[in-house]
């Protein structure tokens, strides 16, 4: 491993200075167990590490009714999984910080380092020059691609690995960013971008930018949210797929759905035409509302499987709010 | 596939020994492959050819409509098909007994015809394995002046309970309680030559070595007692490291005194294990038992509970052995519904070779597990009677798991890991 520059700033300022700084290549570091993986692999290399850490007021989690709630950048996951108050009015988020990972990284890993995180595919993590490593051919494109995106893709074909990721998505919240000296607002559903964009980034974010917060607003009443997840171990794994969803079921009628997708696209996939299909339709009518929903996605050689897992756990997770 | 270098086993040793079959054909060969070379793995190609070999049994099972444990009874063998020899011991019926009843076998219901998306199946699978050990292998006992007893072999324990074993096997004889043995292991410098790890080989080979030791270190203390006390040998009784002269209860030797009187300082013998009979095959048996559910909404196998019934000759430790079958039955999951080398097919580059995508099964996953031994002893191969366990306890638990899959959904899964992709391709006919 290379040498590298170790600083912990105090002020978010000093962030964007020392991260755009011409010739030093930088990387924001949070609870770093992504960072260090990357390190360790090989995939970045870089001369300073910007340790987040002494950042004030940045680990804090503040809800008010009727508003919404402010989680900081530097909330453990394992924190959000157990707050009672996102348990209560944003079900999902904890829902899905309490199925990351294992209860070690939970409690070192962060919530901006959570959406922030680099993909997992296989080629990317190893010894392979593919695109999204600024080569010339996507590896998994005609290779090992059970895990790989199913809509979306193209020139690459990650898929976005962070559970916390889509509850966001589905919830609707916005990120707050701190762009050298200026703070600025961005939805979550506009902050991923897709490989056709740049295959070589996940988001928006620009050297010199941080994350500071994430905000959600307060649900319409009826409404709730829930998560799924299906791994193929119990614990300690990525999602195959996982679903978000914030809904307003009332009996075996759906008026109103929201619904995320993980596992599924580069980026936390949000599609206003899936939540059409089911605005406004009877629980018993998903089975062959389902059918109508990811039918222009792309399969590859081995992740056929996903369509019907996807519409499957779709079912699931809206049965789920009537039941 | 044996990798670039030939080096392995052969996967064919279940199908050809496991059953009467008069009238058996088998080929098998291997295929150079430019991946790295084959490794050392817990009871090699048996795990993979059980895992086919009980499920065709299964299917052979089912299309004549007969119910799988009768009809592996029905062909069960009393000698080695493969040269006829007559088995030291073979307790298989009694694992498939005992180990139905514990699974609830009679609750099994029709391939496929449970209610819901989530079905319930039971399945098993027989196991046969050598394992019974054989020479050379040696142990050396020093009896010290303060009555302590060493134990050293360059035998190794690899965290399956070898230390334990054997100082219990020199307690049984010499009476000497635990806490004053000392075993030293994994030394070939110090220690006499010991069998290597595999092959299920430890325990069957090395105790019977140390009782050797041991039987011969109570010739020389008795003989020491006879000579100290001036009574023949006949004349004492020996109990807890005293010897008693019968007729004459007030006239004792402790085994210290005897050193020291002896003016040995110790006492060494060295054993070795004995020759194995002639003429007759020694292989373990077993039997596993799954309870499964599956979601045939995500393809995903949860196991609810593994039977482990085992022939393992005499358990010496039952806590270490169990031990040992909870391991393989893990390790048998993990090969079920986990473990997979993915190799890039265009490159021959592993793109999984680390713990977070080549996983293995957490405690999260690990279901119920419940040994059975259904063996006493097996006098025939030592006089120690113990058999080995560490490979047999792995080699049915894959293809138990994957009959109880088949018995949920009604559908095989033919490769292992049985991943959720695999199951779901499987159920909708992709
Ligand atoms: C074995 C393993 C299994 C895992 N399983 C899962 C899983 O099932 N689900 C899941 O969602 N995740 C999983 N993860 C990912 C893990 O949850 C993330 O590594 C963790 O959440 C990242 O948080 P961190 O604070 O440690 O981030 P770091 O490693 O510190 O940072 C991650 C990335 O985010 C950037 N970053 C961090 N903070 C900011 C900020 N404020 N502004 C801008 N950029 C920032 C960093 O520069 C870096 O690129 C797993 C990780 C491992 C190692
Ligand atoms: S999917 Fe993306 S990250 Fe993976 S090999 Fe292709 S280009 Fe690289």
Redesign the pocket.
């Known amino acids: 491993m290379k040498n590298f520059e170790y600083i912990q700033p105090g002020s978010l300022n000093a962030v964007s200075t020392l991260s755009k700084e011409k010739f030093v290549s930088s990387?924001?570091?949070?609870?770093?167990?992504?960072?260090?993986?990357?390190m360790k692999d090989n995939i970045?290399s870089p001369d300073r590490l910007?340790?987040?850490k002494n950042l004030p007021n940045?680990d804090k989690i503040v809800y008010k009714k009727g508003e919404g709630i402010s989680i900081g950048?530097?909330v453990?996951?394992s924190d959000i999984a157990e707050n009672e108050d996102i348990m209560n009015h944003f079900t999902a988020l904890a829902q899905?910080a309490g199925?990351?990972?294992?209860p070690q990284?939970?409690n070192?890993?962060?919530?901006?380092?959570?959406?922030?995180?680099?993909p997992?595919c296989w080629y990317f993590r190893g010894e392979f020059d593919c695109i999204r490593k600024g080569g010339g051919i996507c590896y998994a494109y005609e290779g090992e691609n059970k895990f790989h995106c199913i809509v979306g893709g193209g020139p690459c074909y990650i898929v976005h690995?962070?559970?916390?990721?889509v509850a966001l998505t589905a919830l609707n919240a916005s990120i707050k960013?701190h762009s050298n000296g200026t703070m600025k607002e961005i939805p979550i559903r506009e902050f991923f971008i897709l490989p056709e964009d740049d295959p070589m980034k996940e988001n928006i974010?620009e050297p010199g930018?941080?994350?500071?917060e994430i905000f959600i607003p307060e649900l319409e009443t009826g409404k709730k949210s829930a998560y799924i997840?299906l791994?193929e171990r119990d614990v300690?794994?990525?999602?195959t797929v996982s679903i978000a969803a914030v809904a307003d079921v009332s009996g075996s009628l759906i008026n109103n759905v929201e619904l995320a997708f993980g596992g599924t696209a580069p980026k936390p996939w949000y599609d206003e035409n899936i939540n059409k299909v089911f605005i406004n339709s009877k629980i018993s009518d998903l089975e062959t509302n389902v059918k109508k929903i990811f039918n222009d996605s792309e399969l590859l050689s081995k992740n056929k499987y996903k369509l019907q897992l996807i519409r499957n756990l779709t079912k699931r997770i809206l049965n789920n709010f009537s039941a | 596939m044996v990798g670039a270098y030939p080096s392995g086993a052969g996967c064919s040793w279940p199908l050809r020994s496991l059953y009467k079959c008069p009238n058996l054909k088998i080929e098998e060969y291997s295929v150079l492959t430019n991946a790295g070379r084959a490794r050392a793995m817990r009871a090699p190609g048996n795990v993979q050819g059980t895992f086919a070999f009980e499920q065709m049994i299964d299917t052979i099972a089912e299309k004549i409509g007969m119910d799988p444990i009768e009809f592996r009874k029905i062909n069960y063998t009393d000698v080695d098909p493969d040269w006829g020899g007559k088995y030291t011991s073979k307790k298989l019926i009694e694992a498939y007994d005992q180990g139905a009843k514990a699974i609830g076998w009679e609750k099994r219901n029709k391939p496929g015809s449970g209610e819901g998306t989530v079905k319930r199946g039971i399945g098993m699978a027989s196991q046969i394995w050598w394992g019974g050990g054989s020479p050379p292998g040696y142990a050396t006992l020093k009896l010290n002046s303060d009555g302590s007893l060493n134990i050293s072999s360059g035998t190794q324990d690899i965290g399956t309970g070898t230390y334990t074993i054997l100082a219990q096997v020199a307690s049984e004889i010499l009476e000497i309680p635990m806490d004053k043995i000392q075993v030293t292991l994994g030394d070939t410098e110090t220690g006499p030559y010991g069998t290597a790890s595999g092959g299920s080989m430890t325990a069957p080979t090395m105790t019977p070595a140390v009782y050797d030791a041991a039987v011969q270190m109570m010739d020389k203390l008795k003989s020491g007692a006879a000579a100290i006390l001036e009574v023949s040998e006949d004349e004492l009784n020996y109990s807890n490291g005293i010897f008693t002269v019968k007729n004459d209860p007030q006239k004792t030797i402790d085994i210290s005194k005897i050193v020291n009187e002896l003016n040995a300082r110790t006492l060494v013998t060295t054993g070795a294990r004995n020759a194995n009979p002639d003429g007759y095959a020694i292989n373990t048996f077993g039997a596993q038992f799954a309870d499964v559910e599956v979601d045939t909404e995500t393809g995903k196998i949860k196991v609810n509970k593994i039977v482990a019934a085992h022939d393992i000759g005499r358990a010496i430790n039952p806590m270490t052995l169990n031990n040992q079958i909870h391991g393989g039955v893990i390790q048998g999951l993990g090969f079920a519904l986990f473990e997979e080398r993915i190799m890039d097919s265009y490159t021959g580059k592993t793109v999984n070779a680390n713990?977070?995508d080549y996983k293995v099964p957490t405690i999260k996953d690990t279901p119920e597990i419940v040994p059975i031994i259904v063996s006493e002893t097996d006098t025939l191969i030592s006089p120690v009677g113990a058999k080995g366990v560490g490979e047999p306890a792995i080699i049915p638990t894959a293809a138990a798991i994957s009959n109880a899959v088949y018995n949920a959904i009604g559908v095989r899964i033919k490769s292992a890991p049985m991943t959720p992709d695999k199951v779901l391709n499987a159920i909708n006919n992709l």
């Not at chain 1, 199925?99 to 294992?102: Q, R």
């Not at chain 1, 690995?161 to 990721?165: C, G, I, N, Q």
């Open positions: 990387h924001l570091f949070a609870g770093g167990t992504d960072v260090l993986g990357l970045i910007i340790n987040l940045m950048t530097l453990k996951i899905a199925e990351v990972a294992s990284l939970r070192v890993g962060t919530l901006g380092g959570n959406i922030c995180q680099r997992r690995p962070s559970d916390t990721a960013i974010l930018e941080a994350i500071t997840k791994k300690w794994d990525f999602m | 713990f977070h």
